[in-house]
């Protein structure tokens, strides 16, 4: 099989004649002649052919982390669609869009087209031939190949602004919201020192073994090929993550010659550092603080993992949820409540707090975590968010100084969810969520019918050198 990633760095010297390798990668680029190229049998060969070679300035980056570049056709190429910016292209095409993986806006590169989509194409970097002054060297000498992380060539200033102008962009392209509007109300990104080695949760994967008598591939999906990467260590694991990998990887392979993994099935291992250490056990209760207060869990269950960003997040949220512009809030909702993070963390400044979950073992997670704590004000209860609406509790509740925190999965909220919280009308909304995406279309709906308004957004760098953003949203009833 040809494995197409490798990255040459050639210096911004007019002469192009230094070439450094930026990366150390696994398959070193070899010049390829015409008759060493394989091409793949679904390739389609419009507009350009396989492994294709042309230089091109990237204009942005996709909120996946990929750049975006805008090429020129091939001489005599047409493909139907709008008509170019410029307006010369008789209803046909003339520019085309080319993603790129580890690039940064403004640098010129030198890329290699691997497949045509219908209106883009995808392509490997080969070289960066004008570096960004924001370019850096990665830690993780598999930076380049692996699929976790999008941006450890990118100095954590950038990613940040980066990240800010994601959440900007898809305020203004999903939800609605004006750029001007969105600009303002959505602040800079937050993040810590710890821009390494924070990550306090990992799963790593294997294959199903098959026949195989040694399983040497554990880590994670490839960048744009499904196929997994060795991962014998993650730079942004924690140090003890990283100490506890090599047992773990050959306790697998201890299992496998034993027999006691089924060959059909590939899995996913969990290493979870608490304070009790390192625990892979899915089952095996952990504890871990944050700020006065101690969260006890199960190892395999939905905690945020990056233990330095939490504090900052939590502060966040329970310093907007008990608000100062129209008054202290005495009432607070948490949806999607978890092991009651944000509920019990806010409760001091609270008279009353109920959290809906609709994992039960995380509600009875979040009850004995009041009790371990010596809370009294909060309630939990299991069922699915929209729920919370329908019992008489929360309607007896007082709507002008009550505050509901959401904090939903990736997918988002409900659209039930959502109408029944905009029925219900609390003073204050204040929407935690890791997929901006979603947030942006809830907030479609959440300011649709003009009963709120945006007042703030924060984007949270939870997860330094990849692509993901954690965003807060802060929405205030207009009366
Ligand atoms: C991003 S986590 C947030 C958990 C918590 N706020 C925290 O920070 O630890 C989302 C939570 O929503 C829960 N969940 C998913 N769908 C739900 C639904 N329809 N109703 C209530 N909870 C749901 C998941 O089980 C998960 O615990």
């Known amino acids: 099989m040809l494995l197409r990633s490798s990255i040459a760095f050639i210096s911004s010297s007019p002469s192009r004649l230094s070439v450094t390798k930026l990366f150390s990668t696994v398959n070193p680029l070899t010049p390829l002649t015409p008759s060493a190229v394989v091409v793949p049998k679904k390739f389609v060969p419009t507009p350009f052919p396989y492994h294709h070679v042309m230089e091109a300035t990237v204009e942005s980056l996709t909120n996946l982390g990929v750049g975006v570049c805008r090429v020129k056709l091939p001489e005599g190429v047409a493909v139907d669609g709008d008509v170019d910016s ?43 031939l004008s570096p960004s002054p924001h370019r850096v060297s ?59 080695n924070y990550r306090s949760k990992l799963t790593p994967h294997y294959e199903a073994p098959r026949d195989r008598t040694e399983i040497d591939v554990i880590g994670f999906q490839r960048k744009q090929i499904r196929q997994l990467i060795d991962v014998p260590s993650c730079v942004i694991a924690t140090e003890e993550i990283n100490e506890a990998l090599p047992g773990v990887r050959q306790r697998v ?15 996913t291992l969990l290493l979870r550092h608490a304070n009790e250490g390192v625990i892979f056990d899915h089952n095996q209760y952990v ?44 009432h607070l909702v948490d949806c999607y409540c978890g092991s009651g993070l944000f509920c019990l963390s806010a409760s001091k400044s609270f008279d009353v707090c109920v959290g809906i979950e609709v994992n039960d073992k995380a509600v ?51 659209e039930e969810f ?62």
């Open 138 to 196: 990665p830690q993780c000498s598999i930076a380049n190949e692996c699929g976790g992380c999008q941006y450890q060539h990118v100095d954590v200033g950038y990613q940040r602004k980066w990240k800010r102008m994601h959440v900007v962009e898809l305020l203004e392209r999903i939800g609605g919201i004006e750029r001007e509007e969105g600009e303002r109300v959505v602040k800079e990104t937050v993040g810590t020192d710890e821009v390494y």
């Open 418 to 479: 959502l109408e029944q919280l905009l029925k219900f009308g609390p003073k204050r909304i204040v929407y935690m969520s890791c997929g901006p995406d979603t947030q942006a279309r809830d907030t479609k709906i959440l300011l649709a019918e003009k009963k709120y308004k945006l007042s703030e957004v924060v984007p949270f760098d939870l997860f330094p050198q990849t692509r993901h953003i954690e965003s807060c949203a802060v929405f205030e009833r207009s009366d």
């Open 364 to 414: 009875e997670e979040a009850q004995q975590n009041a009790a371990l704590n010596g809370i009294t004000n909060c309630e939990f209860i299991a069922a699915s968010a929209e729920q919370i609406f329908y019992g008489g509790q929360v309607q007896s509740y007082p709507k002008d100084k009550t505050c509901v925190v959401i904090d939903p999965p990736r997918k988002g909220a409900s």
């Open 86 to 128: 410029n307006g010369d292209g008789e209803g046909k095409k003339k520019d085309w869009v080319v993603f790129v993986p580890s690039v940064i806006p403004g640098e010129l590169v030198q890329l290699r087209i691997y497949r045509n989509f219908a209106s883009y194409s995808s392509a490997d970097l080969l070289s960066v």
């Open 253 to 267: 392979n201890d299992r496998l010659k034993a027999g006691e993994l089924k060959k059909k099935k590939g899995a």
């Open 287 to 330: 504890t871990t603080n944050v700020l006065d207060l101690q969260f006890k869990f199960k190892a395999g269950n939905f905690f945020q993992n990056n233990p330095y960003m939490l504090p900052n997040m939590v502060n966040y949220v329970v310093d907007q949820a008990k608000g100062e512009i129209g008054g202290e809030m005495t």
